[in-house]
């Protein structure tokens, strides 16, 4: 069994991804990639905590269901461009 935290933070959902995505940027080299998997109706609000922390290029990925399912973003990127190569092969790699 899980301990039930790991199951729901008791609120929206966002707790534990908050922290990794407010902490990463201090773990990151810059232009390091945090990438994080959510739920399924967790995609905007998922995108905004990555801007929020000052991430660049972020974006979201949707499963083989066409689901938001991951969100990744560079931290303190400098280059005009971010292509991570990240594609989830039964879904095509659809981005948002």
Known sequence: DEPQHALTDRADGLAHLRTIVVDAPRHLRRGGVLLVEHGYDQGAA???LFNAASF????TRRDAAG???ICYGRAGAQSDQMDLGIRLASAGGSAR
């Open 46 to 48: 998922v995108r905004a």
């Open 56 to 59: 660049q290029y972020v974006e």
């Open 67 to 69: 689901l938001d399912r």
